[in-house]
Nanobody
Framework: QVQLVESGGDLVQPGGSLRLSCEAS????????MSWYRQAPGNEREVVAT???????KYIPAVKDRFTISRDNGKSTVYLQMNSLKPDDTAVYYC???????????WGQGTQVTVSA
């Protein structure tokens, strides 16, 4: 079955960096788009970044030029490099597999990112 296991969440000071990882299994990783979502307390989940099978990427304006999504198909892993972190980036971050139509299909368990002095 499909499994998505996130790691890398932590407490970091404003201006710091973190790299999240999501190891996938149970499907042909290279064939599918992957996304990172986040949910802050009291807020709805929002998509942060997406990378399609060709490697093309898309970001929300709030993280563009600070976050980088990438994938290693040989390791079936998608990454989210987060730089210049702000307190507003505090959230649970989720790795999501998209189906062939681009819809959300499977979610990981989430990893907590806290940005605080």
């Amino acid at each position: 079955q499909v499994q998505l296991v996130e790691s890398g969440g932590d407490l970091v000071q404003p201006g710091g960096s973190l790299r999240l990882s999501c190891e996938a299994s149970g499907f042909t990783f290279s064939d599918y788009a992957m996304s990172w979502y986040r949910q802050a307390p009291g807020n709805e989940r929002e998509v942060v970044a997406t990378i399609v099978s060709s490697g093309k990427t898309k970001y929300i304006p709030a993280v563009k030029d600070r976050f980088t999504i990438s994938r290693d198909n040989g390791k079936s892993t998608v990454y989210l490099q987060m730089n210049s972190l702000k307190p507003d980036d505090t959230a649970v971050y989720y790795c999501v597999k998209r189906d062939r139509m681009g819809n959300d299909e499977y979610w990981g368990q989430g990893t907590q990112v806290t940005v605080s002095a």
